[in-house]
Nanobody, 124 residues
Framework: QVQLLESGGGLVQAGDSLRLSCAAS????????VSWFRQAPGKDRGLVAS????????YYADSAKDRFTISRDIAKNTVYLQMNSLKPEDTAVYYC?????????????????WGQGTQVTVNS
């Protein structure tokens, strides 16, 4: 069973950048698909970005396209989410999650492994 630990959140101003990290243990990030989700107060948890087990395929929600980049470092067993040009509407708790490749990765309830989350707050 893989365990995930997020870090890198914080309080920033609109237009700033942050890089979130998701460190995995128990299995390598090359074993599962890894995704980033976010949840703002009063809203459902939504998919932000996802990277396939091979690392060759990535997905971005419309809100993340052209601003966020998901990547991974196999040697460090870590998946990153580089977030640029942050907006106040990006404010949320960000979670990374892992799922077996081939599973319905677009659906949060299908993930069985989650990190504890990291808060991102963007002031205007």
């Amino acid at each position: 069973q893989v365990q995930l630990l997020e870090s890198g959140g914080g309080l920033v101003q609109a237009g700033d950048s942050l890089r979130l990290s998701c460190a995995a243990s128990g299995r390598t990030v090359g074993t599962d698909r890894v995704s980033w989700f976010r949840q703002a107060p009063g809203k459902d948890r939504g998919l932000v970005a996802s990277i396939s087990r091979s690392g060759l395929s990535t997905y971005y929600a419309d809100s993340a396209k052209d601003r966020f980049t998901i990547s991974r470092d196999i040697a460090k067993n870590t998946v990153y989410l580089q977030m640029n040009s942050l907006k106040p509407e990006d404010t949320a708790v960000y979670y990374c999650a892992a799922i077996r490749e081939g599973s319905p990765w677009w659906s949060p309830p299908m993930y069985d492994t989650w990190g504890q989350g990291t808060q991102v707050t963007v002031n205007s």
